[in-house]
């Protein structure tokens, strides 16, 4: 598809014409990636954060939550009871955190490593090349980092101290240094049009981006964007299943972000796309400080109900968890 075929369709609310898309991608996905729905484990270790992104609420200049740091013992304590419930993937998420020095990074990912074997992604941002080179001798498998939009001058204005350009340098280190690399953008954001959502799906495509996460904004009470309005369901779904039509193979979450405006979008999100189900297995304690948007605290925290709830959610649109490490096809 062309850049304009993607902005059409993307664009259309007619209602047959969307449900032809939505089961063209979920034939393209059977396809191409299969029944399978890979589980990863987040662990959302630090919620400090130096960088002042005008959408989060994790932003250094958002004063009113309280900072946490989960000890080392209880990170590699999560990392066990992600591999004992059957999960081949830990995910090491947080902020930009100016404590996490490269050794701190590296001697983690060695101990979850050792003592699990688990697949291991990081989502810690941007840091320099010789960082990303250490995390993957260490044991790094993978790498999320969003680039949140295709659009420099509105990347330029959510991000008052970052560098566009920067961020797409590191997408491509991590691709060079032969990380599983995760990219994504989110859907809603002021000032963004369905133009520039198809040039995030052609970038990602371009630069053979292997896990791609697409979620609705959703506006954060203290933050600069708190009056906004927040992303459209309906937007993020298209995206989903156009993404799908075009990258084929690619790993692509159903959103927590999602989940937040409506459970039954994740599953929706399955049936036009989607291949993954990414749960949050930090402690509750922690968890409902890391709010990077409203809500997501408030998400179910028993791991089991939700994995068993999954497991009959899935049955009933012919699907199966996937067992596994679950890397792109
Ligand atoms: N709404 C939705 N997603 C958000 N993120 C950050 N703030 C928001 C928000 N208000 C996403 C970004 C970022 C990740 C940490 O969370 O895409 O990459
Ligand atoms: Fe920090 Fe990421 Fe939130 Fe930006 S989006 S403020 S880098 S946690």
Redesign the pocket.
Known sequence: MNRDEIIRLLGTTDADEVRALFQAADEERRGSVGDDVHFRGIIEFSNYCERN?L??GLRRGNKAIARYRIPDDEILELAGSVRDLGIGTVVLQAGEDPTHSTGYICRLISRIKKATGLIITLSIGERPYEDYRAFKAAGADRYLL?H?TVSPELYQRLHPDSKYDNRIQCLRWLKSLGYETGAGN?VGLPGQTLKILAEDILLMHEMDIDMIGI????A?QDTPLAHTVSGEPDTVLKMIAVTRLVTRNTNIPATT?LAVLDHGLQLKALTAGANVIMPDITPPRYKELYE??PGRGKLSCDISAVIARWETDLHGIGRRIGRGPGGRR
């Open positions: 992104c959408y989060c969003k949140e989110m979620g609705p904004f959703i954060h972000a990077i948007y």
